[in-house]
């Protein structure tokens, strides 16, 4: 498949010669990452620990990207630092078949633990 790509997409030097190493385009650059990450791209088929794709990655990003996006950014560091915080116990626990809302209410008691994580 690669190679039906890169015969499709071949390499064009540009027209004029500008400083810095010339652009190839986005489907070159993608085909190239491609055949030099084989293993990095393909290690699902191998690892059944790492995910076909990294939708729940993105997900958990998703919140503090619209929490910026709606208030602008955080007030200070430490509120961002906060946030981050918390948010990561809670999508911890989330993932983990757990309540945030019981973990959360354990946090501010005191009493919290991620012993079930094992």
Do not use: H
């Not at 990095?40 to 997900?59: G, Q």
Request: overall charge positive; some cysteine; charged content about 30%.
């Amino acid at each position: 498949i690669l190679e039906r790509g890169f015969s499709r997409n071949p390499y064009q030097e540009p027209k004029e010669r500008k400083r810095g190493k010339p652009k190839k385009g986005k489907v070159l650059c993608l085909l190239e990452r491609l055949r030099d990450l084989k293993d990095d791209v393909l290690r699902f088929f191998t690892d059944f620990r790492v995910p076909f794709s990294n939708n729940i990655s993105e997900r958990s990003f998703r919140m503090s990207k619209l929490k910026m996006k709606t208030a602008g950014s955080f007030r200070s560091a430490d509120g961002g630092s906060n946030f981050c915080w918390i948010f990561s116990i809670i999508d911890t626990v989330r993932k983990n078949g757990g309540n945030p809302f019981k973990a959360l209410e354990q946090l501010f008691n005191n009493s919290f633990s991620l012993a079930f994580l094992d």
